[in-house]
């Protein structure tokens, strides 16, 4: 008898615990509902849009470096479905290409540069706009009038799901990191980041936090939860081992460098002489920044 007594409430605390954990669940899945769609009071900027083939090429240039016409935007930025999970939760990158010629160019440059998109909600930290941000106005033109060239595809692309345990998911990495929402790590206010001209410092610095800044770091100090390293090494690497590493992501004794090693192979290979001069120029400057 004592031992059924015994079972029964073991049994009524299980289900008791059970009962609390489907109530939390259910209580992280509406809060993370309602902070995924938080909006942003955010207006876009217009920027003039080139119409001639020498900007559009370097459109497509630019574009290809900062992986905008591949990666998780598909080949050309027509969007693919790039994570999905157990149970049905999918992420979807969109149809940039589409966007560029649905959108005015004043919502394509909030998205970018601010992380906002049209419904005021913004993008999540998979989408870099925090980088973007700094973008010129010459060069966000260029990138927008290539994808408004191109054709957008005739298929058509899922929506984005998110359903419990996709929820739980966002809410465990909420944990770690400040924001899983790219426009609260961006000064709305602040102007984009001058570019500078020729082989210069201020070049230099356009493009590592055009570019660099993605995987490295706002400070381009590096990322140890994701191995990605304080970009002082620059301070290691003559000119030309520079050059070689960014042509071909192979580091000074031949080392391959997994990440680096391929997106130098696709993106940064785009880069022209001079800028590589300019960008390792400014990074060896890092290292009387603070840098180790």
């Known amino acids: 008898m004592r031992i059924k007594t015994a079972l029964k409430w073991v049994g009524i605390v299980l289900g008791g615990l059970v009962g609390l954990l489907v109530l939390a669940a259910i209580g992280v899945s509406f809060y993370m509902g309602a902070y995924l769609d938080r909006t942003f009071d955010i207006k876009g900027s217009a920027v003039t849009i080139p119409q001639d083939p020498a900007s559009l090429e370097e459109g497509k240039r630019l574009a290809t470096l900062r992986g905008c016409a591949s990666g998780c935007h598909g080949e050309n930025g027509r969007g693919q479905v790039f994570f999905e ?10 149809n ?4 560029a010629q649905d959108w005015p160019i004043e919502d394509f440059e909030r998205l970018v540069r601010h992380g ?48 419990l345990p996709g929820r739980l998911m966002m809410f465990y990495y909420k944990q770690l990191a400040e ?11 602040a102007a984009p980041t001058p570019p500078g001209e020729g082989v210069s410092i201020q070049r230099g610095e356009y493009l590592a936090k055009t570019v660099c800044s993605e995987c490295h770091g706002a400070d381009l100090r590096g990322d140890t939860a994701f191995d990605m390293p304080d970009l002082v090494v620059a301070q290691a690497y003559p000119l030309e081992d520079f050059r070689h590493l960014m042509r071909t992501g192979e580091a000074l004794g031949g080392r391959e460098l997994a990440l680096m090693t391929q997106v130098a192979q696709e993106r940064f290979s785009h880069f022209t002489d001079e800028e590589v001069e300019a960008l390792h120029g400014f990074l060896r400057t890092l290292a009387g920044q603070g840098g180790e």
């Open 179 to 189: 924001t899983l929402l790219s426009a609260d790590k961006i000064d709305h206010s």
């Open 116 to 163: 906002v998109k049209p419904d005021g909600t913004s993008v999540i930290l998979a989408m870099p706009s925090a980088m973007f941000s700094h973008l010129s106005d010459e060069d966000l033109g260029a990138m927008f009038a290539w994808f408004r060239s191109l054709d957008p595809g005739n298929d058509a692309l899922p929506k984005t799901r998110l359903n």
């Open 96 to 99: 940039v290409v589409r966007a």
């Open 85 to 94: 999970l157990p149970g049905g939760s999918q992420m979807v990158a969109p």
